[in-house]
């Protein structure tokens, strides 16, 4: 999502809720939300740039403004796909 998107055009990021089974379908399900976590912080979190690239940069930037709005990313679940996948970097896992 550009940055442009949330700052300039205030767009509502705080209303993409999913419900529990979201990130095993990847699917929004038009259901009540199970637990409210926010959409935007969990598609970040599926965004495994490496460190160095230009990419992970961006989305630093994007990770610090909706910090900035009261959404904390650091805080939020990284997906065990994620997980999995980085289970012998530890170091990675804190930075991304």
């Given at each position: 999502?550009?940055?442009?998107?949330?700052?300039?055009?205030?767009?509502?990021?705080?209303?993409?809720?999913?419900?529990?089974?979201?990130?095993?379908?990847?699917?929004?399900?038009?259901?009540?939300?199970?637990?409210?976590?926010?959409?935007i912080?969990?598609?970040?979190?599926?965004?495994?740039?490496?460190?160095?690239?230009?990419?992970?940069?961006?989305?630093?930037?994007?990770?610090?403004?909706?910090?900035?709005?009261?959404?904390?990313?650091?805080?939020?679940?990284?997906?065990?796909k994620?997980q999995?996948?980085?289970?012998?970097?530890?170091?990675?896992?804190?930075?991304?």
């Amino acid at each position: 999502m550009p940055i442009f998107l949330l700052t300039e055009h205030n767009s509502d990021y705080k209303i993409f809720n999913y419900t529990k089974n979201y990130e095993e379908t990847r699917e929004v399900s038009k259901a009540k939300p199970i637990y409210k976590e926010n959409m935007i912080l969990t598609e970040l979190r599926f965004l495994d740039f490496s460190l160095d690239s230009e990419d992970y940069t961006y989305k630093m930037k994007i990770v610090t403004f909706l910090n900035e709005k009261g959404l904390d990313y650091w805080n939020s679940k990284i997906p065990e796909k994620i997980q999995e996948r980085y289970k012998d970097d530890p170091e990675y896992l804190s930075k991304y």
